[in-house]
């Protein structure tokens, strides 16, 4: 088995001196490909204000670069992306788990609870959200 240690989006949170990366991790093991959470995707980049919402945009203010995303990563690491089989986002937030709608093959593993609170209203995002 080898872990890949990618950081799949930079965040740019307002009033930090730093920059924040969203970590995610590639297992490989003899027969499948695991994501760890899958970071900011291809779509969150290409429409960031409608996918991450404007809120989300002007106070987390994402570098997004596709060179960041688990797709582009996982070609990087000279892996098919069709060969991702298991994602297991540690929760549905979009900088863990925005990248899995480019991975449409993989079974996605998340806790009950994880999912009925995904499927509740979204409240809206603000700085006390932080």
């Known amino acids: 088995m080898k872990i890949h240690s990618l950081n799949c989006g930079t965040l740019c949170p307002v009033g930090l001196k730093d920059s924040l990366p969203c970590h995610c991790y590639l297992i490989e093991t003899n027969k499948d490909l695991i994501l ?13 204000k ?4 404007k809120s989300f945009f002007h106070l987390i203010r994402p570098q997004l670069k596709i060179q960041e995303t688990a ?10 992306p069709k060969d991702v089989t298991h994602i297991i986002p540690t929760h549905l ?9 480019d991975f449409p093959n993989s079974r996605v593993h998340v806790r009950q609870t994880e999912w009925e609170a995904a499927q509740t209203p979204k409240k809206k995002f603000s700085a006390q959200t932080l």
């Open 50 to 53: 409608e996918r991450l919402g």
């Open 93 to 101: 937030d979009t900088d863990h788990a925005g990248g899995i709608s």
């Open 36 to 48: 760890v959470d899958t970071g900011l995707g291809r779509k969150d980049i290409e429409n960031p």
């Open 71 to 80: 797709y582009s990563q996982v070609i990087q690491l000279g892996f098919n």
